[in-house]
């Protein structure tokens, strides 16, 4: 009887093992504290493969300290993360390891400004990666032309506009082949000229089924891209939403209230 039952529920244990591999992020019941300040409540996301998830909210809600923690570059006090199937912990191997898969691009491009672009590019593969130089090299002209910018690839990022030295941001992050991509306000530190620039890219990376967080208001993006909009306040998922749904029939007083700022 054990047995038979076992084997009954053999199927269904390997169709759950698929469909969990189908998981790139999963955060439960997540707390944050800095100090003594409660800065994320309970959070619960799950981002499947090839998902784009846009976050908003007002400034000050944890949208950076949410995304931070996915890379563990600000640690949880409470709760689970796991990325890529490695749960968050304190385990520096498997820091390193999320890290590889998970690439962010800031609001502030953090280039080397003594490198050339193509030696910003090149840095962490060859460094981190051990890729031979001209590999690496290869690879980063790959990316620099799919944001299209090849030509700049022996200047130095002060002489590029800033739109130019992002597109050059989220390249050096592709040369680690990221599995997941994360962006902090890509664009809310450039003129509105360049916006457009770096957003094309950021679209044509959806389009090649890119897993991606994106904390922006850029309303335009979310609703091309992305399949979920997620709106937090004061260190809470206050509600998520398709796109549509989300812009044209908002539920909370205060998702209503930040949309009737922004759009
Ligand atoms: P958002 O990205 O939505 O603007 P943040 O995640 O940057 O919000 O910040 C959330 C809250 O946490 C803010 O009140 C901010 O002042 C606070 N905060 C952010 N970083 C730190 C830190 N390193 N130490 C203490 N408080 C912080
Ligand atoms: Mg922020």
Redesign the pocket.
Known sequence: MTADMDTAHQPNRTKMTVSETDVAIEITNMNKW??D?H?LRDIDLKVMRGERIVIA??????????I?CVNRL?EHQQGDIIVDGIELTNDIKRIDEVRREVGMVFQHFNLFPHLTILQNLTLAPIWVRGTPKAEAEEQAMKYLERVKIPEQAAKFPGQLSGGQQQRVAIARSLCMNPKIMLF??PTSALDPEMIKEVLEVMVQLAEDGMTMIC?THEMGFARQVANRVIF?DQ?QIIEQNEPEAFFSNPQHERTKLFLSQIL
């Not at 909210?57 to 949410?66: A, F, V």
């Open positions: 800095y100090g300040f800065v909210g007002p400034s000050g809600s944890g949208k950076s300290t949410l931070r600000e902090d306000e904390v937090m260190g």
